[in-house]
């Protein structure tokens, strides 16, 4: 893969936040794997250059489980990324865990069924590389993690410095039995994106970060919390949008220019 150095920290962004960037310079990135979600943004952020992709495409048309991952995670890459940021709209499965809360997630769980999940096929195009196994113990960035962490607190926005999403397939929400079982599993967060779009990103030798921004109570909770609605799921979103936004801008302006990162990446592809 010939790398483009026009970029070295990537965002994917979720449900809404489509104007990341002023100033931006739209760059459209062919891959071995089909169409990305859409255009790339590229804008500048403190010393940072900043690759902004919409995740379900500009206009919203991309379910989460036709988002094409592997296309998205490459071209992120390809621009010269070394670092991914995942914001997204999530579901608490925890009373604790309020609307309007961020989540910073150290663990996922996999609930998705038939997503292209891995860049190692037999008909793979690293060519010469032979099948590795990147270790998903600890996906997300430490370092990045603990930066989201201080500036979320810096800026009084409710967070928490931990915790495991569980994947759906989506676009549908979980029954009241399925949401109920994940909160007795003592999970925290429930989306519809992040796997596996950070996986992939490792995979790549990428560090990912989880942002997850709590829209509303899953369907296990009824009873003691209204139900979860699409209406509802874009109303906390909004209102909350420019915390999430003033969060991503200060902590990427904190961001090391260094690529040197606490990651352990069991994966070494030659680039």
Known sequence: MEILHQADIGVFGGSGFYNFLTDIEE???????????????????GTHNVAFM???????????????????VWAMKR?????????????SLQKEIEPGHFVICDQFVDWTDGR??????????????????????????????KLAVQTARELAIPVHDKGTVVVINGPRFSTKAESAFFTKQGWNVINMTAFPEAYLAKELNMCPLNISLITDYDAGLIGD???????????????????????????????PQSHACECEHSTKLNF
Request: hydrophobic share 35%; charged share 20%; glycine share 4%.
């Open 225 to 255: 919390v209204p139900p979860v609605s699409h209406e509802t799921v874009l109303k906390v979103f909004n209102n909350n949008i420019e915390k999430l936004k003033a969060l991503l801008f200060k902590m990427i302006e904190k961001v």
């Open 27 to 45: 760059v459209k990135v062919y891959t071995p794997y089909g169409e990305t979600s859409d255009s790339v943004f590229i804008g500048k952020i």
């Open 79 to 91: 621009l010269g990324c070394t670092r991914v940021i995942s914001p997204c709209a999530a579901g």
């Open 54 to 72: 919409p995740r379900h495409r500009r206009d919203h048309s991309i379910p989460p489980h036709q988002v094409n991952y592997r296309a998205n």
């Open 116 to 145: 292209k999940s891995t860049f190692f096929e037999s008909a793979s195009v690293f060519e010469g590389i032979s099948v590795q196994h990147p270790s998903p113990a600890e996906t997300y960035c430490p370092q990045l993690r």
